[in-house]
């Protein structure tokens, strides 16, 4: 409602200015004691010619310093803006960073490196072909910071770690291998996020 009523005063104001303004000035040039554009009627069209070039004139210059100043301030709001979105970016970029080597260091490293020592050192494929110890050690280790895992290891965890309490053999080396299928393959992909050197035997 402010604005409304600012535009039309606005708008009386210029009315005023442009139209009323001469005419009283044409008045007070033509009468007796103001008298100061002599006899000739020739200098108020000088006059009026000159009042509207200074009107229109501070018009045209003040609409192009004003979207000099609108076009400025768009591009210093843009620049603003995106060099908060680009520290938001790195930022977000750092923390996932550091959330993967997290994930590599505290989970999944720790379980591909005892599954691959398994496999290389003993021979081990499957689970029932590890010893008992080394079961213990097995599902000790992978249910330790489980919340680093994604939801498919998780589940995966949960059916391997269930069967073992159970004495569920038949199930123990299909989830086994599973298991180590999404450590293995989880790792290759943090590894590769990390920028890590491949491994050897990769």
């Known amino acids: 409602m402010l604005g409304k009523k600012f535009y039309i005063l606005f708008i009386i104001g210029i009315i005023v200015v442009s139209v009323i303004v001469p005419i009283i000035t044409n008045e007070l040039m033509f009468i007796g004691h103001f ?14 010619g000159s009042f509207w070039g200074a009107i229109i004139g501070g018009v045209i210059s003040g609409v192009i310093t004003l979207v000099g100043v609108m076009i ?4 210093s709001v843009k620049g603003i803006n995106d060099t908060i979105e680009e520290q938001r970016r790195i930022r977000d970029e750092d923390n996932l960073r550091e959330i993967n080597k997290e994930r590599l260091s505290m989970f999944y490293g720790p ?10 050192e003993y021979g081990a494929h499957y689970f029932h072909d590890l010893t008992p110890q080394q079961q213990e050690e ?12 994604d939801k498919d290891t998780y589940i995966k965890v949960i059916e391997l770690t269930g069967s073992f309490k159970n004495r569920a053999h038949a199930d123990l ?5 599973e298991l180590r299928t999404l450590i293995s393959d989880e790792v290759y992909l943090l590894r590769e996020k990390l920028q890590l050197p491949e491994r050897k035997w990769e």
């Open 72 to 75: 400025t301030i768009k591009a």
């Open 138 to 149: 097995f599902v000790g280790l992978v249910v330790q910071n489980t919340y680093y895992a």
């Open 35 to 48: 008298k100061v554009a002599g006899k000739s009627p020739d200098t108020w069209i000088g006059y009026l």
């Open 173 to 177: 080396d299909k989830y086994y291998n």
């Open 111 to 120: 379980i591909d490196n005892m599954a691959s020592t398994f496999h290389l």
